[in-house]
T-cell receptor
Framework: DAGITQSPRHKVTETGTPVTLRCHQT?????MYWYRQDPGHGLRLIHY???????DKGEVSDGYSVSRSKTEDFLLTLESATSSQTSVYFC??????????FGPGTRLLVL | QQQVKQSPQSLIVQKGGISIINCAYE??????FPWYQQFPGKGPALLIA?????SEKKEGRFTISFNKSAKQFSLHIMDSQPGDSATYFC????????????????FGTGTRLTIIP
């Protein structure tokens, strides 16, 4: 599992509330990623980080923000959750030149 | 704009048969092509990957075939087993202008493979 944990694993929240998902890694990887997975869309990149305090947008970044204040933690925040953000969220790290390894996922339901 | 197109969406294969999943890409800058396997409730796991300097890569029962001129690559699972039943994703990445390397993967939409006894 490349030492990746995600918390919470499941969350139910209401529209308009803020939500923060946490990704924690134990192997000091520089690159970390947040994806969402939806039926018919595969995995789509939300944001990624290439170092502490260094982040960039992916293809579906609207409505999401991220922070990385230390190497091991990458936080994904939904400032005001919407029903369209109901999804399964995966964190990933990059090991070596290209290989990405994924965490176990967080299932988020926005009512 | 979907840069990696995957087919079929779902596939049913008899035990012992060959499962074939296809992907096509548009971006000629892509230079790394991994396949991921995902079981229900789990994160995707890297299965096998290829670079365009070779036309085929084999690891056990899993083979990637790559056709650079056609911009297509495929996953072949030989002697398919019920334990291979999972969702498979192809992906591709390219170096970015910034020069950090292959940071971003673009995924296909996935193929749900079912192996029946």
């Amino acid at each position: 599992d490349a030492g990746i944990t995600q918390s919470p694993r499941h969350k139910v929240t209401e529209t308009g509330t803020p939500v923060t998902l946490r990704c924690h890694q134990t192997e000091n990887h520089r690159y970390m990623y947040w994806y969402r997975q939806d039926p018919g869309h595969g995995l789509r990149l939300i944001h990624y980080s290439y170092g502490v305090k260094d982040t960039d947008k992916g293809e579906v970044s609207d409505g999401y923000s991220v922070s990385r204040s230390k190497t091991e933690d990458f936080l994904l925040t939904l400032e005001s959750a919407t029903s369209s953000q109901t999804s399964v969220y995966f964190c990933a790290i990059r090991s070596g030149e290209e290989t990405q390894y994924f965490g176990p996922g967080t299932r988020l339901l926005v009512l | 704009q979907q840069q990696v197109k995957q087919s079929p969406q779902s596939l049913i294969v008899q035990k012992g048969g060959i499962s074939i999943i296809n992907c096509a890409y548009e971006n000629t800058a892509f230079d790394y092509f991994p396949w991921y396997q995902q079981f229900p409730g789990k994160g995707p796991a890297l299965l096998i990957a290829i670079r365009p300097d070779v036309s085929e890569k084999k690891e056990g029962r899993f083979t990637i075939s790559f056709n650079k001129s056609a911009k297509q690559f495929s996953l072949h699972i030989m002697d398919s087993q019920p334990g291979d039943s999972a969702t498979y994703f192809c992906a591709a990445s390219s170096p970015l202008v910034r020069g950090f390397g292959n940071e971003k993967l673009t995924f296909g939409t996935g193929t749900r493979l079912t192996i029946i006894p």
